[in-house]
C-alpha cells in the first residue's frame, strides 16, 4: 500500500486523512486473538491432562480417519478420543466407534474449518480419563483449516496419491504448517502416475524439516511408523526422558519444534 | 464464505474498539494481512462493504488491507529474507532451505481513524 504522494510505505500517511482534524486510534490486535487465546487454554489443559493433541488435515477422502483407524492398530484405542468434524452427518464417528476409539462429532454446518471455540465445547462434554491422545480430525479442506489454532501440538497434513503430486505447489500454507506429511493411499501411487520425486522436492521446498510417511490400508503394517512418530512426539511434548537412538537429528531447528535441548 | 466469518469478527473487533476509545466516526479502518494466510483481502473488503450497512457506526468507514510480506530467518546464517514466492522458501543469502518464518501469518486491525 503505497501513498500517493510519494509513494512511501508511511504507515501515518496513510491511516490519517488530509483534513488535519483526524486522529489515528492504534489497536495492534490480531483478529484471531479470541480464537487464540482458547487455543491457548485448550493446549494448556492438554498439557495438564498428559494428553497429546494432533491436528489431522487433509482434502476431502484424502484418508484421514483411515490414519486414525491404522494408528489404532498400534495404539490401545481406548487412550485415544477423537473430534471428528464434518459438516453434517456422523459417518465418520460410526466409523471409528467401530474400531473401538471414543468419538465426538462436530457438525460444522456451513464452517469450512473448526476453530478453538468449537474444540472447547467439545472438551466440555467429552470424557477424557486415562486418553493419551486426542486426534482431531479437521474439516476437510486444503485451504481453510491452515493457520487456525484449535490447541493442537501437532499438526499432521494427509496428502493421498490420486490427489496428485502438485498438492503442495498449489496449497502451500496448510504444508508450511505441517509437522508430519503422510501421503496415502500409496499402493495406487504407480497406477495414477503419482511424481513421488518431485512431490517430495516440493515439500523440502516448502518445509525443510517435515519428514514425509507413506501409507496404506492395504498394508496395515504401515501405519506402524506413523504411531511411533507420535509416541515420540508426544514424549518430547511431556518432557519425558528418552533416548537417542532415533533417526531424527537434534539440529535447532527440532530443538525449537519440540521445546528442550540435549 | 470463509472470509464472510472472519469480517464479522473484525466488525465486532472495530465496534468494540470504536468503543472504547470513543471514536464515534470511524473513517478508515487499516487491516494488516499476511501473505502466507488463506485470507483474500477483496473479500474481506467485499465482506465489510455489506456488512457496514447494518452498523450505525461504521457505516461510513472504510477497510484499508495492508500487506504483510512473508519474512524468514535463516537459521543457518542468522540473517532475514523476503519470500515473494511460498512454494520456494529459502534464505536469500546463503540459500539455505533450513529457515522459519517470522512474519506473513498475520491478520491483524491496525488501527482506526477518525
Known amino acids: 500500500m503505497m501513498c500517493q504522494e510519494c509513494g512511501c510505505e508511511d504507515e501515518t500517511r496513510i491511516a490519517s486523512i488530509d483534513d488535519g482534524k483526524s486522529r489515528v486510534i492504534p489497536v495492534n490486535k490480531s483478529v484471531m486473538q479470541a480464537n487464540d487465546v482458547m487455543a491457548h487454554e485448550i493446549e494448556h489443559y492438554m498439557k495438564d491432562k ?14 484421514k480417519t483411515s490414519v486414525i483407524e491404522g494408528l489404532a492398530r498400534f495404539i490401545e484405542p481406548s487412550s485415544i478420543a477423537v473430534i471428528q468434524g464434518d459438516l453434517e452427518s456422523d459417518v465418520d464417528k460410526v466409523r471409528l466407534e467401530k474400531a ?42 486444503l485451504v481453510c483449516p491452515a493457520g487456525v489454532k484449535i490447541g493442537q501440538a501437532m499438526n499432521i497434513v494427509v496428502s493421498s496419491v490420486t490427489e496428485g503430486s502438485d498438492k503442495p505447489k498449489k496449497y502451500p500454507y496448510i504444508f508450511m504448517d505441517a509437522n508430519l506429511v503422510i501421503i496415502s493411499k500409496y499402493d495406487l501411487a504407480k497406477m495414477v502416475d503419482f511424481d513421488e520425486p518431485g512431490y517430495l522436492e516440493d515439500i523440502k521446498n516448502i518445509n525443510s524439516h517435515t519428514p514425509v510417511i507413506r501409507v496404506s490400508t492395504k498394508d496395515s503394517n504401515s501405519f506402524m511408523e506413523v504411531a511411533h ?12 526422558e ?21 | 464464505m470463509h472470509e464472510l466469518s472472519i469480517t464479522n469478527t473484525i466488525v465486532k473487533m472495530i465496534e468494540e474498539e470504536c468503543l472504547q476509545n470513543k471514536v464515534k466516526n470511524p473513517k478508515r479502518i487499516i487491516i494488516e494481512l499476511g501473505r502466507f494466510t488463506t485470507y483474500s483481502g477483496d473479500s474481506i473488503k467485499m465482506f465489510y462493504e455489506m456488512l457496514k450497512r447494518e452498523s450505525e457506526m461504521l457505516k461510513g468507514s472504510e477497510l484499508i488491507i495492508k500487506e504483510i510480506h512473508g519474512m524468514v530467518e535463516c537459521r543457518n546464517c542468522k540473517k532475514t529474507s523476503r519470500i515473494d514466492d511460498p512454494i520456494m522458501i529459502f534464505c536469500m543469502h546463503c540459500n539455505s532451505n533450513d529457515v522459519k518464518i517470522i512474519s506473513g501469518k498475520e491478520l491483524n486491525i491496525k488501527s482506526i481513524t477518525e
Open chain 1, 229 to 240: 512418530f507420535i509416541e515420540h512426539k508426544r514424549e518430547h511434548f511431556l518432557g519425558v
Open chain 1, 50 to 63: 498428559k494428553i497429546f493433541c494432533i491436528n489431522v488435515e487433509g482434502s476431502p477422502g484424502s484418508g
Open chain 1, 100 to 141: 473401538g476409539i471414543y468419538t465426538y462429532q462436530i457438525n460444522t454446518h456451513s464452517g469450512c474449518h473448526l476453530n478453538a471455540m468449537m474444540i472447547n465445547r467439545a472438551l466440555l462434554e467429552m470424557k477424557l480419563e486415562n486418553k493419551r491422545f486426542l486426534l482431531i480430525e479437521n474439516v476437510g479442506n
Open chain 1, 242 to 262: 528418552h533416548s537417542h537412538d532415533h533417526e531424527q537429528s537434534h539440529d535447532d531447528a527440532h530443538e525449537e519444534e519440540n521445546g528442550h535441548h540435549h
